[in-house]
C-alpha cells in the first residue's frame, strides 16, 4: 500500500459514509467558494525544516455534502518567493502516497528548484485529510500487520495467496472498525477539494501545482473539477487514470514497470569498478536474482531485528522494488542479495516509527477502497495472480493480487473522476521512461485524456520523479520555462538521456 508509490510504496493502502451523493458538490457556486478569508495564522514549524518555512492551519468539511457541518484541519506551510516584487503566485506540491506528508515539501523543494522558480513562487505544502499534522487517522493494526511484505500481497512462496486473503480481510475489518468518519471521507475528490479550500484560504484566484506521484492524479482531479482555478500545473511521474479501476491498475503497472527499469539496475550491478558488484555481465544479473529469490523462499536466512525477522524471497523481492525508484538505492538491493549470496553479512534492518507506518496505511486505505469498488472474488485474484506469477517473475504475482479493498464495506460516495480536455491548456506532464511505480505507458494514457489542454516531457531516464531529480537539463529545462512563462511547448518534448 503506502507512498502508493511513495506509499502503495512504502507502507500501503476507508468511503465517505454520506448517504448523499456528492456528484453535484463539484465546487461550491464561486461566490461562496471565493468568499474573502482572513488567511490563515502562520507560525514558525517545527521538526528542523528550512527556517522560512511557516506553518498554519486550514479548516475544512469533514463531508462536503454538510459544508457547515463538522469541521476537520488540514495542515498547510509555505516558503515565500525570494523576491516578492517578481511574485507571480503560488506553487502548490502535492505529495505523493496515497498517504504521504507534504508539510515539509516546500523545504525539500527549495533544496532543489532553479532559483529562477524560487523568486517568483510562494512554495505551499499540505498534509492531506487524514495525514500527519492535519486530523490524523489510523487503523490500529496489529504489529504484524505493518510489514512491508504483508501490506503488499506478495504471494506465498508456492504461489497460495490464503494468506493475503486472510491478511486483507483483517485489514479491511480493523480498519473499517477503527477509522472512523474520517477515514471513510478520505478519496481524491475530497483532497481536490480540499486543495480549493487552501487556495481560497490563501487568498488566491488561480492555483500552481506540481504533483508527484499519487499527486499526478489529485492534481489531475483537481484540474478536472475546479479547471477555472488552475494556472500551471506540473504532474510528474504520473498515474493511469482510468476511472474503472484507479488504484488497482497503479498496483498493476508495478509488474511491467518493474521490468521497464530492472536493466537499469542490471547495468550497474555488474560494473566493472562497482564495489557492490554482483556479476560479471548485465545479462547474469537478472537470473541470479531470480535464483536467490527462489533459494530464499525455500531456506530463508534468519534476520534478527528486521520485519519479518529472517531474509525471505519476498523481503529480497519488496527491497528489489523500492531500489528500483532511484539509482541511489541500488546498493540497497545489491548489498541484500551479496548478503543472501553469503559474500557479505546482512545489513542492519530499519524499522520506521509504527505511529508513522499506522497513519501512511490508514490513508492509504481509505484512498484506495474508497476512490473506486475493487472486485471480490478470491478466486478471481488467485487466477489472475497465477497468471502475471508466470509472465512477471521478476514481481511474484503481487501487482494484481488481493488488497483489503475487496473487503471493504463501504460503497464509494461517488464515481471516480474521469480526466477530460475540457479545461485551460495548463498542464505539463513530465516523465522517466522507465519508472517502476507509474510506468511510461500508463502516463501516456494520462496524457491522452488531457487531450490539447496538456503536453508530456518525455526523459530517457529511469526511477520515480522526473523533475530536478536526475539532472537531465532538457527535461528540467522544459519544466523549468513553463513554470515561469506559462506557456506549454508546441507539441510534447522528448529528451535524450543525460
Same mark, same amino acid.
Given at each position: 500500500?503506502?507512498?502508493?508509490?511513495?506509499?502503495?510504496?512504502?507502507?500501503?493502502? /476507508?468511503?465517505?459514509? /454520506?448517504?448523499?451523493?456528492?456528484?453535484?458538490?463539484?465546487?461550491?457556486?464561486? /461566490?461562496?467558494?471565493?468568499?474573502?478569508?482572513?488567511?490563515?495564522?502562520?507560525?514558525?514549524?517545527?521538526?528542523?525544516?528550512?527556517?522560512?518555512?511557516?506553518?498554519?492551519?486550514?479548516?475544512?468539511?469533514?463531508?462536503?455534502?454538510?459544508?457547515?457541518?463538522?469541521?476537520?484541519?488540514?495542515?498547510?506551510?509555505?516558503?515565500?518567493?525570494?523576491?516578492?516584487?517578481?511574485?507571480?503566485?503560488?506553487?502548490?506540491?502535492?505529495?505523493?502516497?496515497?498517504?504521504?506528508?507534504?508539510?515539509?515539501?516546500?523545504?525539500?523543494?527549495?533544496?532543489?528548484?532553479?532559483?529562477?522558480?524560487?523568486?517568483?513562487?510562494?512554495?505551499?505544502?499540505?498534509?492531506?485529510?487524514?495525514?500527519?499534522?492535519?486530523?490524523?487517522?489510523?487503523?490500529?493494526?496489529?504489529?504484524?500487520?505493518?510489514?512491508?511484505?504483508?501490506?503488499?500481497?506478495?504471494?506465498?512462496?508456492?504461489?497460495?495467496?490464503?494468506?493475503?486473503?486472510?491478511?486483507?480481510?483483517?485489514?479491511?475489518?480493523?480498519?473499517?472498525?477503527?477509522?472512523?468518519?474520517?477515514?471513510?471521507?478520505?478519496?481524491?475528490?475530497?483532497?481536490?477539494?480540499?486543495?480549493?479550500?487552501?487556495?481560497?484560504?490563501?487568498?488566491?484566484?488561480?492555483?500552481?501545482?506540481?504533483?508527484?506521484?499519487?499527486?499526478?492524479?489529485?492534481?489531475? +482531479?483537481?484540474?478536472?473539477?475546479?479547471?477555472?482555478?488552475?494556472?500551471?500545473?506540473?504532474?510528474?511521474?504520473?498515474?493511469?487514470?482510468?476511472?474503472?479501476?484507479?488504484?488497482?491498475?497503479?498496483? /498493476?503497472?508495478?509488474?511491467?514497470?518493474?521490468?521497464?527499469?530492472?536493466?537499469?539496475?542490471?547495468?550497474?550491478?555488474?560494473?566493472?569498478?562497482?564495489?557492490?558488484?554482483?556479476?560479471?555481465?548485465?545479462?547474469? +544479473?537478472?537470473?541470479?536474482?531470480?535464483?536467490?529469490?527462489?533459494?530464499?523462499?525455500?531456506?530463508?536466512?534468519?534476520?534478527?531485528?528486521?520485519?519479518?525477522?529472517?531474509?525471505?524471497?519476498? +523481503?529480497?523481492?519488496?527491497?528489489?522494488?523500492?531500489?528500483?525508484?532511484?539509482?541511489?538505492?541500488?546498493?540497497?538491493?545489491?548489498?541484500?542479495?551479496?548478503?543472501?549470496?553469503?559474500?557479505?553479512?546482512?545489513?542492519?534492518?530499519?524499522?520506521?516509527?509504527?505511529?508513522?507506518?499506522?497513519?501512511?496505511?490508514?490513508?492509504?486505505?481509505?484512498?484506495?477502497?474508497?476512490? +473506486?469498488?475493487?472486485?471480490?472474488?478470491?478466486?478471481?485474484?488467485?487466477?489472475?495472480?497465477?497468471?502475471?506469477?508466470?509472465?512477471?517473475?521478476?514481481?511474484?504475482?503481487?501487482?494484481?493480487?488481493?488488497?483489503?479493498?475487496?473487503?471493504?464495506?463501504?460503497?464509494?460516495?461517488?464515481?471516480?473522476?474521469?480526466?477530460?480536455?475540457?479545461?485551460?491548456?495548463?498542464?505539463?506532464?513530465?516523465?522517466?521512461?522507465?519508472?517502476?511505480?507509474?510506468?511510461?505507458?500508463?502516463?501516456?494514457?494520462?496524457?491522452?485524456?488531457?487531450?490539447?489542454?496538456?503536453?508530456?516531457?518525455?526523459?530517457?531516464?529511469?526511477?520515480?520523479?522526473?523533475?530536478?531529480?536526475?539532472?537531465?537539463?532538457?527535461?528540467?529545462?522544459?519544466?523549468?520555462?513553463?513554470?515561469?512563462?506559462?506557456?506549454?511547448?508546441?507539441?510534447?518534448?522528448?529528451?535524450?538521456?543525460?
Amino acid at each position: 500500500m503506502p507512498n502508493t508509490k511513495t506509499n502503495l510504496d512504502r507502507a500501503a493502502t /476507508a468511503v465517505a459514509a /454520506a448517504a448523499l451523493s456528492l456528484t453535484a458538490l463539484t465546487a461550491l457556486p464561486a /461566490a461562496a467558494a471565493d468568499r474573502p478569508s482572513p488567511g490563515p495564522a502562520w507560525t514558525s514549524c517545527q521538526g528542523g525544516v528550512d527556517p522560512r518555512q511557516q506553518c498554519a492551519t486550514v479548516t475544512v468539511p469533514l463531508d462536503y455534502a454538510d459544508p457547515h457541518g463538522e469541521q476537520i484541519t488540514i495542515a498547510v506551510s509555505r516558503i515565500r518567493a525570494a523576491k516578492p516584487d517578481e511574485r507571480h503566485g503560488v506553487l502548490l506540491t502535492i505529495p505523493g502516497g496515497p498517504g504521504g506528508s507534504g508539510l515539509n515539501l516546500p523545504t525539500s523543494a527549495a533544496r532543489k528548484l532553479p532559483q529562477s522558480v524560487l523568486d517568483r513562487f510562494d512554495l505551499v505544502g499540505f498534509d492531506p485529510r487524514g495525514v500527519g499534522r492535519s486530523t490524523p487517522v489510523s487503523c490500529g493494526l496489529d504489529t504484524s500487520d505493518l510489514a512491508m511484505v504483508k501490506l503488499r500481497p506478495w504471494p506465498a512462496a508456492d504461489g497460495s495467496i490464503d494468506a493475503n486473503l486472510a491478511t486483507a480481510r483483517r485489514v479491511a475489518e480493523t480498519c473499517a472498525r477503527n477509522g472512523g468518519p474520517v477515514l471513510r471521507s478520505i478519496s481524491t475528490r475530497n483532497e481536490a477539494r480540499d486543495i480549493d479550500r487552501i487556495r481560497q484560504a490563501l487568498g488566491e484566484r488561480r492555483l500552481s501545482a506540481w504533483g508527484t506521484s499519487y499527486g499526478t492524479y489529485a492534481g489531475a +482531479v483537481y484540474a478536472t473539477m475546479f479547471p477555472g482555478r488552475t494556472d500551471r500545473v506540473v504532474l510528474d511521474s504520473n498515474d493511469d487514470p482510468d476511472p474503472s479501476r484507479v488504484e488497482r491498475g497503479w498496483l /498493476a503497472n508495478f509488474g511491467p514497470g518493474a521490468e521497464d527499469r530492472f536493466p537499469d539496475f542490471a547495468k550497474w550491478a555488474a560494473a566493472p569498478a562497482n564495489p557492490d558488484r554482483v556479476a560479471d555481465t548485465p545479462e547474469e +544479473v537478472r537470473p541470479l536474482f531470480l535464483d536467490l529469490a527462489a533459494r530464499l523462499d525455500r531456506a530463508p536466512l534468519p534476520w534478527p531485528g528486521a520485519d519479518p525477522a529472517e531474509l525471505n524471497g519476498n +523481503v529480497l523481492r519488496e527491497t528489489m522494488l523500492q531500489s528500483l525508484y532511484a539509482d541511489a538505492r541500488f546498493p540497497d538491493l545489491a548489498r541484500l542479495m551479496l548478503a543472501g549470496l553469503g559474500r557479505r553479512p546482512l545489513p542492519a534492518p530499519v524499522t520506521p516509527p509504527e505511529q508513522a507506518v499506522q497513519n501512511t496505511v490508514a490513508v492509504s486505505v481509505g484512498t484506495l477502497c474508497n476512490d +473506486v469498488e475493487w472486485p471480490t472474488d478470491p478466486a478471481a485474484y488467485a487466477r489472475d495472480t497465477a497468471a502475471e506469477r508466470a509472465a512477471r517473475p521478476l514481481t511474484a504475482g503481487m501487482p494484481v493480487n488481493v488488497m483489503p479493498c475487496a473487503f471493504w464495506p463501504f460503497e464509494p460516495a461517488e464515481p471516480p473522476t474521469r480526466v477530460t480536455s475540457r479545461g485551460p491548456a495548463n498542464v505539463l506532464l513530465a516523465q522517466n521512461l522507465r519508472d517502476p511505480a507509474t510506468p511510461y505507458r500508463g502516463a501516456l494514457k494520462l496524457r491522452e485524456a488531457f487531450g490539447p489542454r496538456a503536453r508530456m516531457v518525455s526523459i530517457d531516464s529511469g526511477g520515480h520523479d522526473a523533475y530536478v531529480a536526475n539532472g537531465n537539463a532538457c527535461g528540467d529545462g522544459a519544466v523549468t520555462a513553463f513554470l515561469l512563462t506559462g506557456r506549454l511547448p508546441a507539441e510534447d518534448v522528448s529528451c535524450p538521456a543525460g
